[in-house]
């Protein structure tokens, strides 16, 4: 196997999984692609095949492989098994899991077999999740801890994949904020608000919706308080089903993530916008495999984004012309 064949992209055939395909591709990295079965999608490209549920299977699929990329949802079901056959084959392991419980089973299953292992464990290393522990991280810069913190997430629209609604449906746990300094249950009924975002966005109804970047803050930073807004117009898209998934390209879709830092009096605010919520995972996932690859990263175990990598610099790193971030 050469060294451009030491990346895996596990479901690869999938909407983000394609993305990342290209973008590794992009990239020089030439993938070894996979997934629960066979797919004629990348006839020029070498495959592996594995079910999750066969852990020796597994573990056959990363033989000689230094990063595997799950694009596999819902990751309730992939994360644990792919990830746990990583660590034992010494594979560095990312995925784009939203699901807050994903991730908290991946820190309390592999944090110390990973330490154990050497290798590193990055879950939600993507739009949702990810993209908002990045932010937030270079925001506060040395610091580590706020008082008060606030994201909110803004798309014009959006066109939900098929993984998307199988994900919503298979995720029924309670999600998660950050309440005096603690995990704690969202209320119900979730607060609602309003947001100026970056324009063509602009003034939004939100409601307070957490993903996973709730877990992945709360594994590397001191929060009292932290609430995650989305507005509610994709919400009404999502919940249609008659609205249709996207094109096979990029999209129209323009998105905003802001977070909102409180100490005392100050006020400090980091902001990143886009172009299509999927699209936009590929080159951060990218990054985070080259990086891993090249040794750019900090520690083993099971981490988060902006644990595991220079958050500031990984943010300004990121090869995509629709993608800027900026924080003050």
């Known amino acids: 196997m050469t060294d451009s064949q030491r990346v895996l992209v596990y479901g690869a055939s999938g909407h983000t999984g394609k993305f990342v395909v290209a973008e590794l591709l992009r990239r020089g990295i030439q993938p070894i692609v996979a997934g629960r079965g066979p797919s004629s999608r990348f006839p020029d490209l070498p495959q592996r095949t594995a079910s ?29 098994p792919l990830a746990t056959a990583a660590v034992e084959t010494g594979t560095h392991y990312l995925d784009v899991t939203a699901e807050q419980p994903a991730v908290q089973q991946l820190y309390r299953e592999l944090d110390a077999p990973a330490r154990s292992a050497g290798t590193v464990v990055v879950p939600a290393m993507a739009f949702y999740g990810g993209l908002a522990d ?47 300094g603690v995990l704690a249950p969202l209320s119900v009924p979730a607060a609602t608000g309003k947001w100026d975002f970056p324009e063509p966005i602009g003034a939004q109804s939100t409601v307070e919706l957490p993903f996973s970047e709730v877990v ?11 609430r995650s807004w989305l507005n509610t117009a994709p919400l009404d898209d999502l919940h249609d089903p008659d609205t249709p998934a996207p094109e096979r390209g990029r999209s129209a879709q323009r998105f905003a993530v802001e977070v909102v830092v409180a100490s ?44 595991a990598f220079a958050a500031a610099e990984f943010l300004r790193a990121i090869p995509d012309a629709d993608f800027e971030a900026g924080w003050h």
């Open 216 to 226: 992945t803050i709360d594994r590397h930073l001191d929060i009292g308080t932290l």
């Open 134 to 180: 990045l932010l937030l991280t270079a925001t506060l810069g040395p610091e580590t801890a706020a008082a008060e913190v606030e994201i909110a997430i803004g798309l014009d629209r959006w066109w939900p994949t098929a993984g998307t609604r199988v994900t919503g449906a298979r995720n029924t746990a309670t999600r998660l904020v950050i309440r005096d």
């Open 264 to 307: 005392g009096a100050e006020r400090r605010r980091g902001t990143a916008t886009g172009r299509d919520i999927y699209a936009s995972t590929a080159p951060m996932l990218v990054e985070a495999a080259v990086r891993l690859l090249d040794g750019r990263y900090r520690g083993s175990g099971a981490l988060a984004p902006g644990e």
């Open 52 to 80: 999750v549920d066969d852990g020796p299977g597994l573990r056959a699929l990363l033989d000689g492989v230094a990063v595997v990329l799950n694009c596999a949802g819902p990751f309730l079901d992939t994360a644990l």
